[in-house]
T-cell receptor, first 109, second 114 residues
Framework: GQNIDQPTEMTATEGAIVQINCTYQTSGFNGLFWYQQHAGEAPTFLSYNVLDGLEEKGRFSSFLSRSKGYSYLLLKELQMKDSASYLCAVMDSNYQLIWGAGTKLIIKP | NAGVTQTPKFRVLKTGQSMTLLCAQDMNHEYMYWYRQDPGMGLRLIHYSVGEGTTAKGEVPDGYNVSRLKKQNFLLGLESAAPSQTSVYFC?????????????FGPGTRLTVL
């Protein structure tokens, strides 16, 4: 079966750095996406990785290792507004997104 | 641009009632999707469309029907609602299927079936 695993909840301090991990087992791989979802709102796109390595975009970076079935999202200089759920999704061989349950990130002052 | 819009935002149904959720996008996207989101679970694909006049089943299609008569609209129907269909429903659209084509989401419809 297809499976995406990520921690249910994480807590971090304002101004710090946090890494959210995602491991996956899917039938085929056509890229990995990270989305942010604030409570009661729609998911919004953060990043896309299809090749191994690190993609940096401002305070957010995303890393992919296809051989290990592993990705992480790195958030630097955390702000209170970063309190949200972070969703990992893998595009399978049918070009459909398989979604993890999300990681709820709590930022404390 | 409004992006992706959904109506209604909230709805309460009784078991056995029917309803239609409307999704509209103004980005001229070919691909449209309906997902449901339940606590502790990832988004699950109900149905999707790769273009006007086409629809296909996703992971959890039972109890739902869809239509894509116009490119900008994607309708999700519940013919006989059941409590198991209580969920938050999201519509999304994308320019293409693969590559870096991100999906853009609507604000969601919160449906409760009593």
């Amino acid at each position: 079966g297809q499976n995406i695993d990520q921690p249910t909840e994480m807590t971090a301090t304002e101004g710090a750095i946090v890494q959210i991990n995602c491991t996956y087992q899917t039938s085929g791989f056509n890229g990995l996406f990270w989305y942010q979802q604030h409570a009661g709102e729609a998911p919004t796109f953060l990043s896309y990785n299809v090749l191994d390595g690190l993609e940096e975009k401002g305070r957010f970076s995303s890393f992919l290792s296809r051989s290990k079935g592993y990705s992480y999202l790195l958030l630097k200089e955390l702000q209170m507004k970063d309190s949200a759920s972070y969703l990992c999704a893998v595009m399978d061989s049918n070009y459909q997104l398989i979604w993890g349950a999300g990681t709820k990130l709590i930022i404390k002052p | 641009n409004a992006g992706v819009t959904q109506t209604p935002k909230f709805r309460v149904l009784k078991t056995g009632q029917s309803m239609t959720l409307l999704c509209a996008q103004d980005m001229n996207h070919e691909y449209m999707y309906w997902y449901r989101q339940d606590p502790g679970m990832g988004l699950r694909l109900i149905h999707y469309s790769v273009g006007e006049g086409t629809t296909a089943k996703g992971e959890v299609p039972d109890g739902y029907n869809v239509s894509r008569l116009k490119k900008q609209n994607f309708l999700l129907g519940l013919e006989s609602a059941a409590p198991s269909q209580t969920s938050v429903y999201f519509c999304a659209s994308s320019e293409g299927a693969g590559g870096p084509h991100e999906q853009f989401f609507g604000p969601g419809t919160r449906l409760t079936v009593l």
